[in-house]
């Protein structure tokens, strides 16, 4: 493994960042998650995108243009062999403030530090793929827009950490988190959809939910198919009484959800709306282009 670091590659045992990095002492910076497939990284360009619109809201010049950054993830996929026919990986691409001093003044920070890491990643095993998970409703709320845009994919991620911890004590393996007004965000790395008869619901982004890239995938590939689908508000209630449920990232790609705080799903097991969508996004991400 080869991890870019402010323009140099070192191995997975060499690679450092200052203790006086401000991404370090205060979560101070934005990431990407990046999936490749096939030798390609997918969806690069929405992706790039996200990074400089994340980095443009919290004033953090990324140090150089979004041509060039995206000229860079490719060269790190090419440095680690992950860029032949059949070759699948993830990229986790960093921008921190950079180093600084212990105070909180970002001023005083040298300039940007572009970390890249290429490797791999499974937030689920195998097996929930084919049986769906359960998701549990937290007492942590998303973040509101007055705080901390939650559309901004900042190092920050305490807040869906706590989320995360409260639902693994309860039994469940993820996390569902409610906005102030206690309507359905989002759940604390994947959007969340569900199935009502033959359309298609999933919560605005004005609810705090992050516009996801496999989201935004997804609603295409639906759309394409001529499926009705719905952007707005979903309570609780919506998901205990849907057909179908499932979660979508591009760490977990597309996974189904078969309980919801104690309540069956649907009849229990991966729908078939939800499984349609996931052999054409498989289809589509192996066969992508750019």
Known sequence: MKIYIDGEFYSKEDARVSVFDHGLLYGDGVFEGLRIYNGKIFRLQEHVDRLFASAKAITLDVGCMPDEFSALLKECVRQNGRDGRGATGYIRAVVTRGRGDLGLDPAKCAGSSIIIITGDIQLYPEEYYRKGIAVASVSVRRTTVDSLDPRIKTLNYLNNIMAKIEAKQSGAMEALILNREGFIAECTADNIFIVKGAALYTPALSCGALGGITRGTVIDLARAEGTPL?????????????????????????????????????????????????????????????
Not at 249 to 254: F, H, Q
Not at 263 to 270: D, I, L, T, Y
């Open 230 to 290: 719905y952007e707005g508000l979903l309570a609780q209630y919506d998901l205990y009484n849907c057909d179908e449920c499932f979660l979508t990232g591009s760490g977990a790609e597309i996974i189904p959800v078969v309980k919801a705080d104690g309540r069956v799903v649907g009849n229990g097991q991966p729908g078939v709306m939800t499984e349609k969508l996931r052999a054409k996004y498989r289809s589509y991400a192996e066969s992508y282009d750019g």
